[in-house]
């Protein structure tokens, strides 16, 4: 039921087109969320956030909805493409009859690596 989720991005508003190595809709390798930092402290620490922020910042939401249609949780998360400077809208599910988890597809790359351009998706009346 991935052609009736369209991801809705709160700051994908105006979104480029797919670019890169990875086409529209290519199933990925495995989970690789995005890795960021910013704000450096100058301290020990170096910076304010850093790490793995694939589901970064908390007011993207929701990144993960229920269809009782399809008894499936869809989820999306900001992913790594392995380039610098890039941004991969990921999608999949858990389907909850089966315990399964496929890999994630691609469903945009952005020419970015800040985090805040994280997805979040919704789906629609039809399911």
Known sequence: MLE???LVAIAF?????AIGSAALA??????????????????EHRYKYSGGLGTYPQQHA?????SSAADKTFFCYGGATGKPKEL??????FDHATGLVPR???????????AHENPTLQIDEAG
Do not use: C, E
């Open 62 to 66: 929701p990144i993960a909805v229920y």
């Open 104 to 114: 994630p597809r691609v469903v945009l790359i952005k020419p970015t690596d800040d």
């Open 88 to 93: 991969a809208a990921m999608v999949s599910y």
């Open 13 to 17: 508003a105006f979104s480029f087109p």
């Open 4 to 6: 009736h989720i369209s």
């Open 26 to 43: 290519d199933q990925a390798n495995g989970y690789r969320g995005i890795w960021y930092m910013n704000q450096p402290t100058g301290d």
